[in-house]
């Protein structure tokens, strides 16, 4: 069964395009491999039933993202929801300086989620709480920025690009066009290509590079690039979910390989230890069909999942 990557639409949750894949592809059984916030778009990873099984090994791949930051506002969501609850004044902006301070944000870090987030402490959604008018104390996670580089500063988002290279996602006159939610006003803001793990806030990130600055803001838009081994150029539409061919689970699987005899298949699949040097997670395929995926330790390989 496929793994099919979408692009999510501007304004449907997560949730809303699963549900629309179960009836598009007639299944209860669809999963996805990291949530999108209503206002951006992107790559979203669907597991279509027995697929679903991988959703575990491909929760934790890296993402790329474009990110239009916009200062001098700031929202309770951290993003283009709004309402602005804080202003203020933006200082003049050097490009070559901004590239550095986004240079100190990579590498591995702590990072506050937003209270409008998933994560629950207690049993409680954290974005039910602040729909609530609460907040949680909500403890800072690590994560890791692999980069962030700075396309473009900008009066505002309207004033910023939205179609970009395919390619390079860069900026072009011709190519891929974004449709961003619209703008809380008219604020400086700043274009930047984002490489990240997994757990990483887009949002939260966009807070922290305006404190940075002195000065608070908000994510004007978000575009989710890459998923994983899935770009966006080879995502579907959700219109056309019924007939996606998607992906086998074992191309989905960014993991070395290794080819097994029938002894080796078999012990794995009855939860054995066989002997072998591989060292650290792989995928084992009999005659081109998936296995198991497997931590080895050197020694012997040790089963994470089966399949049948």
């Known amino acids: ?123 409680q959604r954290a974005y039910a709480v602040a729909r609530a008018g609460g907040a949680l104390d909500l403890p800072a996670r690590n994560v890791t920025i692999h980069s962030l580089d700075l396309l473009g500063v900008y009066p505002g988002v309207d004033a910023a690009p939205r179609t970009f290279d395919p390619q390079s996602w860069t900026p072009a006159d011709t190519g891929h066009t974004f449709t961003l939610p619209p703008a809380l006003g008219e604020y400086p803001t700043l274009l930047v290509r984002a490489s990240v793990g997994s757990g990483t806030y887009l949002r939260s990130l966009a807070r922290d590079v305006g404190a940075a600055l002195g000065v608070p803001a908000h994510l004007g838009g978000l575009v989710r690039t890459r998923v994983g081994r899935y770009d966006l150029r080879d995502a579907v539409a959700v219109e056309d979910l019924p007939g996606a061919t998607g992906i086998p689970d074992l191309a989905a699987l960014d993991f070395p390989v290794i080819e097994a005899d029938e002894r080796m298949a078999r012990e794995l699949r009855q939860g054995k230890r066989p002997a072998h040097p591989a060292q650290g997670r792989h995928v084992v395929t009999l005659n081109g069909e998936l296995v198991a995926v497997v931590d080895g330790s050197g020694e012997q390989l040790k089963v994470v999942r089966a399949w049948a």
Not at 73 to 78: C, H, K, N, S, V
Not at 79 to 108: H, I, M, N, Y
């Open 1 to 123: 069964m496929p793994v099919i990557a979408v692009d999510k639409p501007l304004n449907l949750t997560s949730h809303d395009v699963v549900n629309r894949a179960r009836r598009a592809r007639g299944t209860k059984r669809v999963g996805h491999t990291g949530t999108l916030d209503p206002l951006a778009t992107g790559v979203l990873v669907l597991c279509v039933d027995d697929s679903t099984k991988v959703v575990q090994f491909m929760e934790a791949d890296s993402k790329d993202y474009l990110a239009w930051i916009s200062l001098g506002a700031g929202t309770p969501t951290l993003d283009a929801e709004g309402p602005v609850e804080e202003t203020g004044d933006v200082p003049p902006l050097d490009p070559a300086q901004v590239q550095t301070l986004l240079r100190s944000f990579t590498g591995p870090q702590a990072q506050v989620p937003p209270q409008y987030s998933a994560i629950q402490v207690g049993g």
